[in-house]
Each structure stands twice: as C-alpha cells, then as structure tokens.
C-alpha cells in the first residue's frame, strides 16, 4: 500500500530536502577524523539526516548522509514513538464519536490465548492499575517494551500503517510485530487482545479482539544478514538471518513523525496528528525527561543518557537544564538508532538529528556481543556533539559566549 501524495505534500516535501545534497553535514563528518573512519567503513551501515531549523521563515533546510531509504536495517524500540504517539490521537477519535475517554483511564487487556498475555496490574501508578498515559511515560523514559506491545494491541496494525501513510510519513516502513516476544507468528501479531477501560469501577469503553486486514510486510532490499545466528533453542544456526517479516522504520520517516511533534503547525492539516494542545505538551514531556524525573523510577539505577545516545552516548554525567532532547532511540541486533531534536535554550538553538549504526563485527546475531559501548553509542555521542558545535557556530547567539559543555 503506497501514499497518495498530491501537489501541497510533494511541494512541502521537496521543500525539506531542497538542501539534501549540500556538503554541510559531509563537511562536519569528515572534518572530524574519528567520525570519518566510522562513517567511511561500510559494515557500520551508518546513515544520517540533520535538519537546521529556520524558525522564522518555518522552513527546514535537511542534509543527509548515506541515507538509503530502500536499504534494509531493524529499527528496534524507535517504532515505539509512533504508537505512543497514535493511542493519543484514537482517544481523540472516540471522543470526537461521543466516547468519554481518557489518557488516564484503567486499561485492562485480556488474553485471547496463552501466546498472547493479560495486563491487569501496573505497580507504578496510583491505583496499581494500567493506563494510557503510564504505558507512554514508560516508553519514552526507559523504552520499556511491555507498554509498546499494550499499545499495538490497542491500535492495532491497520491503524498504525493506515494512518502514517494517510499523513505522508510512512513511505516504505512499517510497524508489524510485538518486541521481546519470541517465536510469534505474523498471524498471531496481526491479532489483538480483548481491551476494556475503567472508571469509577464502570466500564467506559470496550474493544473486542480484532485482526488486521491486510498482510503487513516490508519490501526493503537486504533483510538478509549475517552470517549466523543463534535460535530460541540457543543452537547456532550458520546462515544468514531473516529479517524480512520484522518491523521497519527508515531514518527520514522517524524524523517525519517527531517534526509533527515539535513543529505541528509546519504541515497541512491533513498532514497532523489529530492531537490536542495538552497531548502534545504531553508527548513533549515524556520525550524530554530524564529517568530522574519521574517519581515511579527514584529506587532504579537508571543514569540521564540512559535513552539519550546523541550528545552523551553512554556518558554518565548529568544533562544540564539548558539541553533538551526530545528523542526516541533503539537498540537490538547490533543496531542502535536516535531520532532526536535537540534544543538549548540558552543559546536559542533547536535541530534535529537521526542516525542509525550497526555494530554486529562477528556477524552473529542474538549472541549478544555487539559493540554498543566500544563503537555505536560514542560515535552517536561524538556525532550530536558535532552538529551542536556546527549549531552555536552559525547562530547569532555565539555573540553572547555561548559556552560549549563540551569544548575542552
């Protein structure tokens, strides 16, 4: 299923990436000799897009690196966002029905079968009940997959799928499966539970057990990688592996979902989420904070950079105030990915950023050796810290002395 996209979305859409083939972030990337070795080494599959933000002309001006958009990588926990994103917007279209409902509303699911589980109780909240709005924080502060799979079930595949293309954001992706949930089928990821809102011990609202319609799979080339990998049974299996019915998000579609978060009122209407004031200083929220900042997360050991790769990678040190990154990341398989927009508000700058790294050198997947610390998460580390330092340098602020937190 393919996206219509009429004259004001392709005109918007070459907009963007009228700047696309500049030199600007080739430019900052090979200037930097550490980046360039990553960047330059094929294995590491890496592809970038940066996008400066005119605010006052509410233009976009991207730059990308490598981006290949037919090529094939598994974009982990970032499809989180789009759900969290979406169970929002269908409260609102049962609202608009005359369905009183709430982010904050007891959400009951019930199993339909022993492959696929209940959610009664939620210690974190309150009531030690689950919610809409919980299972979100979640998601965003410490990508918790419990919460993205309560929520697929509540969407369900069509209306995830169906509504990104319908707003000109899926080209190519899609969202079709459960994570950290072994040896589900697709037929069994097609299918959702029975799901049931509370309040006041009345039931407001119920949803019965649905399928998707359609098949959801993606087309991109090379979803076969490696050279092994180890099955549900631990046993080594020596040929590539298949990554052809798993989830996927390409690096321009993720920053087409969070740009319709930050800057809303840069698309058409059409092209919006149907979202209020209050859900998107909600969303804001959650993408902003720190694990520090929610009260069910004090007794855990979860540092600032712990869902934050761009800028301070697996860095340990505090995130200053004047810093706020509104992101969602990923990591499995060796890949790990952010889609970000970073802002610093004391020296009025705000850009996007999204990459992706693949660090897998034994080409064995689910063995668990995958260079995360040594390689990806600095290298994303380095590659924020670049593209912030290109940022205070073209601002007018720089006559104020903006300091560079991370300038020796």
């Not at 899609?174 to 509370?198: A, G, K, M, Y």
């Not at 398989?333 to 889609?339: A, N, P, R, S, V």
Request: hydrophobic share 35%; with cysteine; charged share 25%.
């Amino acid at each position: 299923m393919k996206a219509i996209v009429g004259l004001t979305s392709l005109a918007l859409y070459l907009t963007f990436m009228s700047c696309a083939g500049s030199n600007v972030l080739t430019k900052n990337i090979h200037a930097d000799p550490y980046l360039k070795s990553i960047t330059s080494n094929p294995d590491y599959e890496v592809q970038i897009l940066y996008t400066h933000v005119d605010r006052k002309n509410k233009r976009f001006k991207t730059y990308s690196y490598h981006v290949d958009e037919t090529k094939y990588f598994y974009p982990a926990s970032t499809v989180k966002m789009p759900v969290a994103i979406l169970s929002l917007q269908k409260i609102n279209d049962l609202n608009s029905q005359g369905i009183d409902l709430t982010k904050d509303d007891i959400m009951m699911t019930a199993a339909i079968n022993e492959r696929l589980t209940p959610a009664f109780k939620d210690t974190t909240t309150a009531n030690n009940k689950p919610n809409i709005g919980r299972y979100i924080e979640k998601i965003f502060a410490i990508s918790d997959n419990d919460a993205y799979n309560r929520l697929f079930e509540w969407l369900g595949q069509d209306y995830i799928n169906g509504q990104l293309i319908s707003k000109n954001i899926f080209h190519g992706s899609v969202i079709n499966h459960r994570l950290s949930i072994p040896n589900l089928t697709s037929e069994e990821n097609r299918q959702s539970n029975e799901i049931r809102f509370f309040r006041d011990d009345k039931i407001l609202y119920e949803q019965a057990s649905f399928a998707a319609s359609q098949d959801w799979k993606h087309h991109a080339d090379f979803a076969q990688k490696g050279l092994g990998y180890y099955n549900s049974n631990d046993s080594l299996i020596m040929k590539p592996f298949d990554f052809s019915r798993k989830n996927f998000y390409t690096i321009r579609d993720m920053e087409a979902t969070l740009q319709r978060i930050i800057f809303p009122e840069y698309f058409p209407e059409k092209q919006r989420f149907n979202l209020t004031d209050s859900n998107y200083d909600f969303l804001k929220k959650c993408m902003s904070s720190l694990p520090r900042d929610y009260h069910f997360l004090k007794n855990e050991m979860y540092h600032d950079s712990y869902v934050k790769f761009l800028m301070y990678g697996n860095m340990k040190t505090e995130i200053p105030q004047n810093i706020k990154i509104y992101n969602k990341v990923g990591d499995a398989y060796g890949y790990l990915i952010d889609c970000a927009y970073i802002e610093d508000t004391d020296a009025d700058i705000g850009f996007f950023l999204t990459a992706v790294i693949h660090v897998n050198a034994d080409k064995i997947y689910n063995d668990n050796k995958y260079e995360y610390d040594e390689t990806g998460l600095p290298f994303l580390a380095k590659l924020g810290q670049t593209i912030y330092k290109y940022e205070l340098e073209i601002s007018k602020k720089t006559e104020k002395m903006i300091k560079n937190p991370f300038q020796n």
